[in-house]
């Protein structure tokens, strides 16, 4: 295929990209969004293994590679369980970053392919889009494989931090720099893979400190760093398909990052620097003791049935704890009973609840929940007012009244749903510990609060079976 | 007239031809020098990424927070046409070392190409709508 015809096959599978994503503005739509997206990925393929000059044993090769991680890509992703989407998801991140560093590698040593120069003599603008597309490709992946070790609990979620750790990566933030100009003057293959390492150590640095329940922010953000390193690579090769496409993920990453952002609100350096809920949960507790509160009021699965039987109107709040306790089934079974019973069922969803953007809402829509039901923070807010039952199920943080009233909580400032106005607050919880921010949630005290602690999922099952009878 | 003045008027006539052509280039740079100037190919590209990060900012802010998980698996998927330069490194073969990274990148690349589109596609199979009745 000669160059004017694939460059045009690209120009039209970068279109096919767009309305790929656009295609998710809506549900109905989206389905076809996705099958856009894999016509462009297939013609952009197609168009590459057709240009002149390929040679059979290459092509060869290159099914064998494709067949191969096809194969085990295909595997993984009809097997995986919907509960397990942010560790899969913070995975791919990390095969994204590690092929940008193989294909600048690969434009290294073999820049004749790519037509930036003869090897060891590479033009310098290349070796600097090089550089950036190795650095973000290196940080991008070991980033993603510290996210995919704390959400897959192979290490602990909690903030790694030691003492000057911010000006141990400020010093190799700086040392990566100069690496990067010594590379493009010399042109080194020493110095190329020093960059290499040095970014790998540098991800790994810029990841540990940052706590289990920032992970949404961690993977929007490691979202956006896989599509700039494409684009870096794009800009090295000088392919129009590869800028475009990494400029569409890396806005995208970079969106989702702010959205998560300001549904904590914290500013993303504050995300970045980590550290978030450990110092502070001393302090909570301490005011936990000290605090002039009403006994907490204990429920049963039969007494909150009860309840929620006479209710008109149902508000149901779920968090991280009903992923982990795989409550949504049940879940949406008990939402099916009291509307038979004449209610209105409604599921609000905080920005920031679940582990990745979306975690929250993909779990409802595996449980059959229709999608109309399930709002948005603006949208239901004004709703818990009307409301007879707010039903809390592991979810904290994102109900606690002090982000409002007290300027010295952690935080402060953080939108919340209003489940404090329902006529009745239950919370699904295993005890009373406090939330990620380390802080009491003055709503368990309330006489309007009726605790139902155990397994959000055991909790649930028991109240279905008293609903049934 | 002799073959060797035949072969002298062919070597003057041969020198002419060369002068004319060395004219005609130094011509065409003259015209074409600005041209290429002002479509530095690094602008060029510069232009294009800015352009499709505008496009991206548009799009994404439109698409619904309901679907910000399938989000993350498509520019996921999409992300892998990276492999793009993988097939260019395999494929054309100019040194060992780059056919071996290029095998390897298109591997990496190929499970999130398909991983990434079949996770989404079960993800939005999912969000049915309201049931009538």
């Known amino acids: 295929m000669a160059a004017t015809l694939s460059t045009l096959a690209y120009l039209v599978a970068a279109v096919l990209f767009i309305l790929a994503l656009r295609g998710l503005s809506h549900p109905e739509t989206s389905r076809r969004g996705n099958l856009f997206g894999m016509v462009g990925m297939a013609i952009a393929i197609l168009a590459t293994l057709l240009r002149p000059g390929m040679a059979t044993g290459g092509i060869g090769l290159i099914v064998l590679a494709l067949a191969i991680g096809g194969g085990i890509g295909a595997y993984i992703a009809t097997r995986i369980q919907m509960t397990a989407l942010p560790q899969l998801v913070a995975a791919f991140h990390s095969l994204v970053g590690m092929a940008a560093v193989f294909v600048a590698a690969a434009a290294f040593y073999a820049p004749e392919s790519f037509g930036i120069g003869h090897a060891g003599d590479i033009h310098g603008g290349s070796l600097v889009e090089m550089s950036l597309g190795l650095a973000i490709g290196a940080i991008t992946f070991s980033g993603s494989v510290i996210a995919f070790a704390k959400l897959q609990a192979l290490m602990s979620g909690a903030p790694i931090t030691f003492k000057g750790q911010h000006w141990l990566n400020l010093g190799l933030g700086i040392l990566l720099l100069v690496l990067v100009v010594a590379f493009v003057a010399s042109g080194s293959a020493a110095l190329f893979w020093a960059i290499a390492i040095l970014s790998f150590a540098l991800g790994f640095l810029l990841i540990i400190p940052i706590g289990g329940a920032d992970m949404p922010v961690v993977v929007s953000m490691l979202n956006s760093y896989s599509g700039w390193a494409a684009a870096g690579i794009g800009f090295t090769l000088g392919n129009l398909l590869l800028i475009v496409t990494g400029a569409l993920v890396g806005a995208s990453g970079a969106i989702l990052s702010y959205i998560m952002c300001k549904g904590m609100n914290r500013s993303i350096i504050n995300v970045l620097l980590g550290g978030f809920g450990t110092d502070t949960s001393a302090a909570g507790a301490v005011a936990g003791a000290g605090g002039d509160r009403g006994p907490v009021k204990a429920g049963s699965p039969e007494d909150a049935a009860y309840i929620m039987k006479n209710a008109a109107k149902i508000i149901v709040v779920p968090g991280y704890g009903m992923a982990v306790a795989q409550a949504q089934q049940v879940l949406r079974e008990m939402g099916d009973l009291l509307k038979k019973e004449g209610a209105q069922v409604e599921y609000a969803i905080h920005p920031v609840a679940g582990r990745m953007p979306g975690h929250m809402n993909v779990l409802l829509a595996e449980a059959n929940v229709p999608y109309d039901d399930v709002k948005e923070l603006e949208e239901i807010n004004p709703e818990f007012a009307e409301a007879d039952v707010a039903y809390v199920i592991g979810a904290n943080d994102v109900t606690n009244p002090a982000a409002k009233t007290d300027k010295a909580s952690p935080i402060y400032g953080m939108p919340i749903l209003d489940v404090e106005r329902a006529k009745t607050v239950f919370f699904v919880k295993r005890g009373m510990s406090s939330g990620y921010a380390g802080v009491d949630n003055e709503l368990f005290f309330r006489p309007n609060t009726m605790m139902l602690f155990g397994d959000a999922k055991k909790v649930t099952q028991e109240i279905v079976q008293a609903l049934q009878k | ?133």
């Open chain 2, 1 to 133: 007239m002799n073959p060797t003045d035949l072969a002298n008027q062919a070597s003057a006539q041969a020198q002419r031809a060369l002068e004319l052509a060395q004219q005609a280039r130094l011509l065409a740079e003259a015209h074409v020098a600005p041209v290429a100037a002002a479509a530095d190919p690094f602008l060029f590209l510069l232009t294009i990424f800015l352009l499709a990060c505008f496009v991206g900012y548009y799009v994404v802010w439109n698409v619904t927070p309901a679907l910000h998980s399938p989000l993350m698996g498509v520019t996921n998927a999409i992300s892998s046409v990276i492999v793009v330069g993988a097939i260019l490194a395999t494929g054309l073969g100019e040194s060992l070392a780059a056919q071996v990274f290029g095998f390897f990148a298109a591997m990496l690349a190929a499970v999130n190409i398909f991983g990434g589109f079949i996770v989404t596609r079960r993800m939005l199979a999912m969000f049915q709508p309201k049931k009538r009745g």
